[in-house]
């Protein structure tokens, strides 16, 4: 465990040291919030509720949408694939860790400081917007919450992993890789809550985990009525990992056998 | 002059034949980030149509209104995004030295930098567009007259105008400091408050984004144009700031050119 923790010590400085890249993926998600925020706050203007929203329901749900795509959505696809493609993945099968655990401690600190910095914005933009916010009533939602949020990032792990992995079999996974992310993010209600679709899509979208990475999450936050309680939403979220994760296991083990170090 | 034009024209048809195979060479990645696109387009647009299932007006603007807005931004954003592809690589063609190689070559650097890669995805992505765009002019209210229509496209292609001086920017600044990587990127993250007419933002903003970051002049002005909603005023302001910006971003790059002492050779 502790070489982990070291694995995560170290990436940790490396995305601090970065400090422009971090800024310019900080000034992308600020964008995207304030455009979303001031077209749900004149949506707004004049009604009481809006979807089942209240103002400050929705408009919470535009700022939490900031603090989930930092911490649910970070991730080290894009550097999997020129890991596997470059054949650098070579150096690190040989080392006495587990490249998933090893994945998974650089994603926690990409996520750690991504996710302090969509706090601090959220808390720049409620003093320069004066945006209302909403605050759970029950205890169970500030319990729940951040568990519901936590099962969302090891689902998006081990997702984004398994898609990541299409790079052992061909170079050409990048594309794949775009496609599902934008996908996954518009199905999960990264950019709009979900209620705005027509039913059946909603309906379909349940059968699979993306409405359970944000807006299922969000909704525990908000104390809305979403058809199944928080606990179930809880439940389904740790059976879409469990699944997952034996899925990701087995494409590893086959990706392993089919590796062939390209260029390592 | 004419014979400079043709043979920019040839060279640029060629680099773009270059530009078309390399990415036929990746079918299964083409594809990939083509869905994608495509993807996003649909989503976007969904959501819009889905918003006005509840709703009959979003800062005063109908349906058509707000979809006419949505689909200019992506017409000038797609037309940026395949003519002016290369300037992604930019500080990797500074940094690895090959721009030692585009200031030897009988062609203009920035022609070489900014023009000559091209992003055929987006040009599969624009037709859609281009199609909706169509659909939406029918579904106007109103008699509009030709010098409307006309108004639209200069402004639309001011905004690409303002586009490509950005573009130029992020270029010059690539070859001043070899760093600044992700430039590009605050452009796009930054132009994309341009999806929504910028009457919805509060007045801070919405001045921002006229007078600091000419994002209204990019995407909102030529549909305000075509609605009738723009003042001559505001239609002048474009297109001198259009002028000033394309004149400043050029002077940037050939001063920056000039100050070029290769960075890897």
Redesign the interface.
Known sequence: MKKYAVAYGIALQQVLQRRATLLMDRVGGVALIVSLYFFWRTLLQGKSQFLGYTGAQMLSYVLAMNVLRSFVFTGRGWELVQEISSGRISSYLVRPVSYQGYTLALDLAQKSVHLAASFLEIGLLILLIHAPVYVPKRLSSWVLFPVSVALSSVIFFLMEFMVSSLAFWTSESGGPLFCFELFLQFAAGTFFPLDVLPAALQTALRFTPFPYMVFFPINIYLERPIGVSPLQVLGIEAAWLALLLGLSRALWARALDSYAAEGG | MRAEASRYWRLWLRMAAMSLQAQIA???????????KF??LI??F??VA??FQ??QQ??GYSLVETALFFLTFNLVDMFAQIFFRGVYGARRVVADGDFDFYLIQPCSPLFRMTLTTVDFLDVATIVPVLVMIGVVFTRLPGPIGAWRYALYVLLTLNGVGVAFAAHVLVSALAVRTQ?????I??Y???T??G??PV????AT?RWLLTLAVPVAVMFTFPAKALLGLLSPAWTAYALALDAILLAASGYYWLDSVARYTSSSS
């Open positions: 990746y079918p299964l990645g083409s594809v990939g980030f083509l869905l994608g993807i996003r989503f976007f969904a959501f889905a918003v509840h709703t979003v800062a760093e600044l990587e992700n430039t990127w605050i796009r993250d930054v994309s408050m999806k929504f009457d919805v933002y509060g903003t």
